[in-house]
């Protein structure tokens, strides 16, 4: 554990269960060992050093600029949902091992070219040709029914095999929420950006990332109307 303000908070380490006993004699250990725990608002080298490494294995993060911000957060959490980790955002030892480790999980349906959301995971992959470039922290419906617009809904996404057939380009409100062009693919259910990507499920039944995630995807073609969406 370490103290951040009043605090404390995991430092990276595993989950409870089977992974709880994961240890760090793996590959990357030596390396961990040197590097100090950072969690977000840090800033330096090994910062630096930590987007650069999650950007090469596709847990993208933006530009490596050496601030643990946001986006940085984002990925880290993705790849500690990938590894089974405690999902804290704070890379201590045994996140530190997974960065140096160089691995990207694999897709379930093999290759093709395609959005993987697992919902047991929270995390959303892009599958291109054969193997996952990115991997995503999203959060997905918190299957908790709430009312809005005159009605009832359920708050769960779906499993199934979809395809986007309509997107905004821009902010909108529907009976799910506020969504950040949203790309959808079952109903009123999308894959959009938002304000808020925890990593747990928390949404209406939509299928959240970070409003920079949403924008790099569109811009590089891999969310389009069209494009095939698995759930399970």
């Given at each position: 554990?370490?103290?951040v ?20 004699a ?10 100090p ?25 933006g ?5 643990f ?30 960065v ?31 193997s ?72 209406h ?20 109307i069209?494009?095939?969406?698995v759930?399970?």
């Amino acid at each position: 554990m370490i103290e951040v303000g009043r605090r404390q908070v995991m430092a990276g380490v595993a989950g409870a269960g089977a992974l709880g006993a994961l240890s760090i004699a793996t590959a990357g250990n030596a390396e961990a060992a040197t590097r100090p725990t950072i969690w977000i608002g840090s800033r330096g080298s090994n910062v630096t050093y930590l987007q650069q490494r999650l950007n090469y294995v596709g847990y993208w993060c933006g530009a490596a600029d050496g601030i643990f911000g946001a986006q940085t957060q984002q990925a880290v959490y993705a790849l500690q949902k990938a590894w089974g980790l405690y999902r804290d955002a704070i890379v201590g030892p045994n996140t530190w091992a997974k960065v140096a480790s160089n691995s990207r999980p694999g897709a379930r349906f093999g290759a093709g070219y395609r959005i993987e959301i697992d919902k047991r995971r929270q995390l959303l992959l892009v599958v291109w040709g054969s193997s996952v470039r990115y991997t995503f922290n999203t959060s997905t419906g918190a299957n908790k029914p709430f009312y809005a617009w005159g009605r009832w809904y359920n708050g769960q996404t779906p499993s199934g095999n979809f395809k986007v057939f309509r997107r905004v380009n821009g902010w909108t409100n529907d009976a799910l929420g506020s969504l950040y062009r949203p790309y959808f693919f079952n109903g009123a259910i999308a894959v959009h950006g938002a304000t808020s990507i925890p990593p747990y499920p928390a949404s209406h039944g939509c299928c959240r990332l970070s409003t920079s995630t949403q924008d790099m995807l569109i811009a590089g073609g891999y969310m389009a109307i069209g494009r095939q969406v698995v759930v399970y």
